[in-house]
């Protein structure tokens, strides 16, 4: 079992920035053994991927629609995953979900995550 408490979610002006951050707990398998990916859901709407990383830090994977503005970056040491989301717009808005992914496989899709943490709301204002 691998816990997720997602964390950083709040309002902020169109521009602005916010970093959210995601502490993994659990038994069995070590943090930096397993991919971790963002994912949100704005109200009406699927979930739809954000980013993810590679359990060794080496790839990282964006969406088309934040490339360019968000990071993510991972801390083994701190067992957390992090999203620095820069130049934020009005459609950012949403629920951010971290999730753990175990196999490395479908990394882009919701299907290949094994544990999702409760989500933090994020809302951008125009």
């Known amino acids: 079992q691998v816990q997720l408490v997602e964390s950083g979610g709040g309002l902020v002006q169109a521009g602005g920035s916010l970093r959210l951050s995601c502490a993994a707990s659990?038994?069995?398998?070590?943090?930096?053994?397993?991919?971790m990916g963002w994912f949100r859901q704005a109200p009406g709407k699927g979930r739809e991927f954000v980013a993810a990383?590679?359990?060794?830090?080496?790839?990282?994977y964006y969406a088309d629609s934040v490339k360019g503005r968000f990071t993510i970056s991972r801390d083994s040491a701190k067992n957390t995953v992090y999203l620095q989301m820069n130049s934020l717009k009005p459609e950012d808005t949403a629920v951010y979900y971290c999730?753990?992914?175990?196999?490395?496989?479908?990394?882009?899709?919701?299907?290949?995550?094994?544990?999702w943490g409760q989500g933090t709301q994020v809302t951008v204002s125009s």
């Open positions: 999730a753990a992914n175990l196999r490395t496989l479908n990394i882009a899709t919701i299907g290949g995550y094994d544990y």
């Open positions: 659990g038994s069995g398998r070590t943090f930096s053994s397993y991919s």
């Open positions: 990383i590679h359990w060794s830090g080496g790839s990282t």
